[in-house]
């Protein structure tokens, strides 16, 4: 005999599975990785400091 099964379990999980595998593909699509947000992060700082760097005081 077959065990039973919760089908309010059973289709919560299938929802989960498939929100993950559509936020997956979505951090392909459009997602940066961690070193390409480090380097973005590090550039702007460079800038804003070579910015600071050349201001006048008046």
């Known amino acids: 005999m077959s065990k039973a099964?919760?089908?309010n379990k059973a289709?919560?999980?299938r929802g989960r599975a498939s929100r993950k595998a559509r936020a997956?593909?979505?951090s392909l699509?459009?997602?940066q990785s961690k070193a390409q947000k480090e380097t973005l992060k590090a550039r702007a700082a460079q800038i804003a400091r070579n910015l600071d760097a050349?201001?006048?005081e008046t």
């Open 5 to 7: 099964i919760n089908l």
């Open 11 to 13: 289709r919560k999980e």
């Open 24 to 26: 997956d593909e979505n």
């Open 29 to 31: 699509q459009f997602g």
């Open 54 to 56: 050349h201001k006048r």
